[in-house]
């Protein structure tokens, strides 16, 4: 996961609801909320963002330790590729 780069899929659309994000996706029809982490997380994946840029990213935001940063980012990217929301 550490050489990937994550891109969000075509084909969503993403609106900001305050506390969460909700993201449609127009393919299969269905409807994901995201809470404010994931939202952060997932709009971090931008194509050229690896695991170890995105856990960098939230380390600066948040007050947490790397081991942490990077389990919770791999929970949310592999839960966000799962579900076909990111390539």
Request: aromatic share 6%; hydrophobic share 35%.
């Amino acid at each position: 996961m550490d050489k990937l780069n994550f891109r969000k899929r075509d084909g969503m659309i993403v609106k900001d609801m305050g506390e969460e994000t909700v993201l449609y996706d127009q393919e299969a029809n269905q409807v994901h909320s995201l809470n404010a982490t994931a939202a952060l997380i997932y709009n971090l994946c931008d194509g050229y963002r690896g695991l170890g840029d995105i856990v960098g990213e939230m380390l600066s935001r948040f007050n947490i330790d790397e081991k942490t940063a990077r389990r919770d980012v791999e929970r949310i990217l592999s839960e966000l590729k799962e579900k076909g929301i990111l390539r």
